[in-house]
């Protein structure tokens, strides 16, 4: 039986104090903004549901092939959030004219 691959996963607490699981999609470096970001979903959503993808900076030194937790940081600049649609629209084959996919900026 060959093994599956783990679905990396993090819990996010919102203002509240309630706990939200999320699959992470991916993680990457921007070498142009020295950071490193991540790309999260809610869990347990089936393949074929359209889902709301939100998108993070990781803490500062934190690697993205294998975040460690902390806090989250919110995405603050337009260029910030058009290189992170340009390397989504990548990661999911897309040419980029498909405005619903987009990452969330409304972070909170």
Do not use: C, H
């Amino acid at each position: 039986m060959a093994d599956e691959p783990v679905q990396q996963q993090i819990t996010l607490v919102d203002e509240n104090g309630e706990e939200t699981l999320y699959d992470v999609l991916f993680t990457f470096k921007s070498e142009d903004f020295d950071r490193s970001y991540i790309l999260i979903y809610p869990a347990g959503k089936k393949d074929d549901e359209e889902v709301e993808i939100q998108a993070f900076a990781l803490p500062k030194g934190d690697d993205p092939s294998d975040p460690q937790g902390g806090e989250l940081q919110v995405i603050q600049t337009d260029k910030e959030w058009d290189m992170i649609e340009s390397v989504l629209n990548t990661f999911l084959g897309k040419d980029g004219d498909d405005q619903d996919d987009q990452p969330s900026n409304d972070n909170k």
